[in-house]
């Protein structure tokens, strides 16, 4: 091994060897939701935004907060109501005056969308036209204000929290912006021994603190490694089959034509492809196997296979279609 390939293989080590401490600063704050802090780092590693649902009380915000405080980057919280206005969100010109001239002039002030980590909190409670604001930061990495454009500072990610419950006052997010979220994660209830240390933990005088852990250039790094995990080209098929599988209108399964109003499109073999390889570096693994695929088809499909009425007046959800997919598609050989 020469020893550029060397320096490379202890630079990859030394980032993985973080992301395990990392997590380990994590678990002093957050109790049990290993699968969820999972795929957190997985959007992060892959570059992408996410979107997280669970009923109150469960932690979302803290552990969002939480992962934003062991990354050395800037943090920015957005609590989202019925009356917020896009250019809260983007930012706004206000009008300056020059103190030596006299002379007025229009100053663009950046608003929260100016950060590295992005805290969308209760994101379905805003109007579809502040919503939208986010798009083109979300896909575009960078916002335009009065026909100028603004870059974003990278990395840059989005982390979104909805309340599955109180659908009163909520505006549901378009299709079109959910197929923007990479991972679409649902956060449960903890298990009886996490609840009772929970209990325990946070209504003692003790305050847990974590540490800086992660800079963004080393986010960065990781993301260049991502990319650069191989796959093979039997996998690859295998996602191709499975995404265009979801298709109603196109697919050979009896489930989907039954159950489903709309299937996925490219970007979900994208978002799988590209999350599989993080799960793999992020469990110190150089390939993608189909395991890691399998697991994160249904944060990536949940959001962008449609069910229709008929599903949901049965109790099924998209997993269920993913599920049922998942068990009848064989990996080519």
């Known amino acids: 091994m020469n020893n550029d390939l060397l320096e490379v293989k202890q630079e990859l080590d030394t980032l993985i060897q973080k992301l395990v401490a990392l ?20 959007t992060f590693l892959a570059g992408g935004h996410a979107l997280l649902e669970g009923v109150p009380g469960l932690a979302k915000t803290l552990m969002i907060k939480t992962l934003a405080q062991t990354i050395d980057l800037k943090f920015n919280r957005v609590q989202f109501t019925p009356d917020l ?20 002039f229009f100053q663009f002030k950046k608003g929260p969308i100016f950060a590295n980590i992005i805290l969308a909190d209760e994101i379905n409670r805003t109007p579809p036209k502040t919503q939208a604001a986010l798009l083109e930061a979300m896909q575009e990495f ?13 990395p840059f990610f989005i982390l979104a929290t909805q309340n599955p419950i109180e ?6 997010l378009p299709e079109a912006q959910q197929d923007r979220f990479l991972f679409y994660i649902k956060i449960g209830y903890p298990t009886a021994s996490e609840e009772n240390l929970i209990l325990k933990n946070t209504t003692s005088t003790k305050l847990k603190t ?5 800079t963004g250039k080393d986010i960065q790094r990781l993301q260049n490694f991502v990319r650069e995990v191989p796959i093979s080209d039997n996998l690859i098929n295998w996602v191709g089959t499975l995404v265009r599988s979801t298709r109603p209108k196109t697919t050979t399964h009896e489930y989907v034509k039954k159950w489903v109003s709309w299937g996925a499109g490219p970007r979900a073999g994208q978002a799988m492809i590209l999350t599989a390889k993080a799960r793999a570096l992020q469990a110190g693994r150089l390939a993608v196997t189909f395991e890691d695929l399998k697991h994160v088809a249904y944060p990536v499909l949940r959001h962008r296979i449609i069910i229709n009425f008929r599903a949901e007046a049965e ?14 598609i064989k990996i080519p050989s």
Do not use: C, W
Request: net charge negative; proline share 3%; glycine share 8%.
């Open 23 to 42: 997590r380990k600063e994590m678990a002093k704050v957050i109790i049990g939701q290993e699968e969820t802090i999972e795929h957190l780092l997985i």
């Open 142 to 154: 960078e916002v335009t204000y009065s026909g100028k454009t603004y870059s974003l500072d990278k």
């Open 210 to 214: 974590v540490n800086q852990i992660l």
């Open 167 to 172: 659908q009163s006052g909520t505006f549901p």
């Open 85 to 104: 206005m896009p250019s809260d969100i983007i930012g706004t010109e206000i009008l300056e005056e020059d103190h030596t001239t006299g002379k007025k």
């Open 315 to 328: 109790g099924l959800s998209a997993d269920h279609v993913t599920k049922h997919l998942i068990e009848i």
